[in-house]
């Protein structure tokens, strides 16, 4: 069955890095865009990064140039590259793939369980 999985956080100082990895099975990754958001405590849940099927790529405004999203076709997974963390970016960090539903009204959309990424001082 479809399965998305979120890994790579933790707990690191301001300034520090990490890089979060989604694995995908069960669908054919490469038809789908990739999006990545955040869920900040006591807020809603966010767009981060998005990359399509075909390589087109956006940032929240937040980003600032920290961050680089990518993705592998064969390997079937998206990456989310943070690096200068501030502690604002504290959150549960989530994994989405998505494509249209041809010729239906709606449209196939996956979600991964959640990786913590906690960001002190």
């Known amino acids: 069955q479809v399965q998305v999985v979120e890994s790579g956080g933790g707990l690191v100082e301001s300034g520090g890095s990490l890089r979060l990895s989604c694995q995908g099975s069960?669908?054919?990754?490469?038809?789908?865009?990739w999006g990545w958001y955040r869920q900040i405590p006591g807020k809603e849940r966010e767009l981060v990064a998005l990359?399509?099927?075909?390589?087109?790529?956006n940032y929240a405004d937040f980003v600032e140039g920290r961050f680089t999203i990518s993705r592998d076709n064969d390997l079937h997974a998206s990456y989310l590259q943070m690096n200068n963390l501030k502690r604002e970016d504290t959150a549960v960090y989530y994994c989405?793939?998505?494509?249209?539903?041809?010729?239906?009204?709606?449209?196939?959309?996956?979600w991964g369980q959640g990786t913590q990424a906690a960001v002190s001082s």
């Open positions: 989405n793939a998505r494509r249209a539903a041809y010729g239906r009204s709606d449209f196939y959309s996956y």
């Open positions: 069960g669908f054919t990754s490469k038809y789908y865009t």
């Open positions: 990359i399509t099927s075909g390589g087109s790529i």
